[in-house]
């Protein structure tokens, strides 16, 4: 009597209304949880990165990196299904992304996800890594025109040679 008790999860409360001569028992169970941190790594500067969450217990997030790194606040969160994925920065393009100390977690670097199944007690860092695209093409750039240069050093060597053989120096 005097009203359905009110219960806050988040707040870890019960609040109700006690008529005298009434006798309450109440019992709170401890869930034991698990933890959830995202690393970020990048390749060639720093900037800020977006990331979702299909489950509600992990909100939405930003990372910004400095140095070329950024984690998040390990998340203490109970077991369940977590599908983070990695919002699309521009000027940048996802490397890699790994999932270490967990028992059951996939990633996919074509569509910028990991999928935690986190279990009570379990602690899963999850890292993405980005890689400029200028610096990404740099990279490629040079080492186009570094095969390059090989290949015509490699002739400009063998020119001699190659002209005796077809005749042209006699």
Known sequence: TGGAPVVNLAARSVALTVVAGTNIACTFT????????????????DATFGFTSSNPALPNFQLTTSGGTASSSPGILPS????????????????????????????????????????AGETVVCTFINTEVRRRTEVIITNFMKRRGDLITSDIAMAPYARAERGYLK
């Open 30 to 45: 401890n869930a034991r949880r698990g933890s959830l941190t995202i690393r970020k790594n990048t390749l060639g500067g």
């Open 80 to 119: 369940g299904t977590y599908v983070v994925t990695e919002t699309v920065a521009d000027g940048w393009t996802l490397s890699g992304v790994a999932c270490t100390g967990g028992n059951s977690t996939a990633t996919n670097v074509a569509n910028r996800t990991a999928t935690i199944n986190l279990v």
